[in-house]
């Protein structure tokens, strides 16, 4: 009705709701912890839906905020997590990211970490700031096992892909070499990933550079099975 281009390519069997999940989140962003919030203020009225299209014979999930006109209590809830003094930041995104810890893997918690990823932008004094939180404060426990998808997956998969390809490379040819082992690397990343349940296949998919079906067959495969050789 209020979208007729887009409701042409949208698949609304594919519909995911995720405004308790997001309400979750601010609620512990905002340092409170418990999860409720105050009827009057916070009466829950928009919508935060993740949906899939179809773009040019090729499946896009998007994320759209149904906003009401007039008073936006959601906007109100969201507005803690981008409007805030400088030096709460780090505090902020660690708050934010226990916040989403306690949802299951799959599609609606790698969404909204992705959005916390993308709102909350840390400088390199920030993150140092952030990642020192994380490591030594307990309570953030959680936080850190989000995190080794990013520090452990990325970093030293690219660090071990190297190595890999450095010692293949000795043996068969250097070429062909660091290429076989930058591809190991990859799929080894790929599996922390998968492991993690952070990110999506799709998400996986696009950050390595792998094909989807590997995705998925790494996906299938059971986890006694995932380790690359």
């Keep these: 009705l209020f979208l007729p281009d887009l409701a042409k390519i949208m698949r609304f069997d594919t519909a995911i709701f995720l405004d308790k999940e997001l309400i979750a989140l601010m609620s512990e962003a905002s340092g409170d912890g418990e999860g409720e919030t105050d009827g009057d203020h916070y009466g829950i009225t928009d919508a935060l839906v993740l949906i899939q299209i179809d773009l040019n014979g090729k499946p896009e999930w998007i994320l759209i905020h149904w906003e009401q006109i007039g008073e936006n209590p959601l906007a109100a809830a969201y507005l803690p997590l981008t409007d805030y003094p400088k030096k709460e930041r780090p505090v902020i995104k660690a708050r934010a990211m226990k916040g989403i810890s306690g949802i299951p893997e799959g599609q609606k918690r790698a969404t909204l970490y992705s959005l916390i990823q993308e709102s909350i932008r840390l400088d390199s004094n920030e993150e140092r700031q952030f990642r020192e939180l994380v490591r030594t404060n307990p309570i953030y426990k959680e936080v850190r096992m989000l995190q080794s998808v990013r520090e452990v997956g990325i970093e030293e998969g690219i660090e071990i892909g190297i190595e890999k390809g450095v010692e293949i490379g ?19 990343t790929a599996v922390k990933m998968l492991s993690s349940g952070v990110l999506t296949q799709e998400q996986i998919a696009q950050f390595t550079g792998l094909e989807i079906s590997r995705i998925r067959k790494l996906a299938k495969a059971p986890a006694s099975e995932r380790q690359i050789h």
Excluded at 170 to 188: D, M, N, T, Y
Aim: no cysteine; hydrophobic share 30%; charged share 40%.
């Design 170 to 188: 000795i043996e068969k040819g250097v070429g062909e070499g660091i290429e076989k082992g930058r591809f190991q690397a990859l799929e080894e």
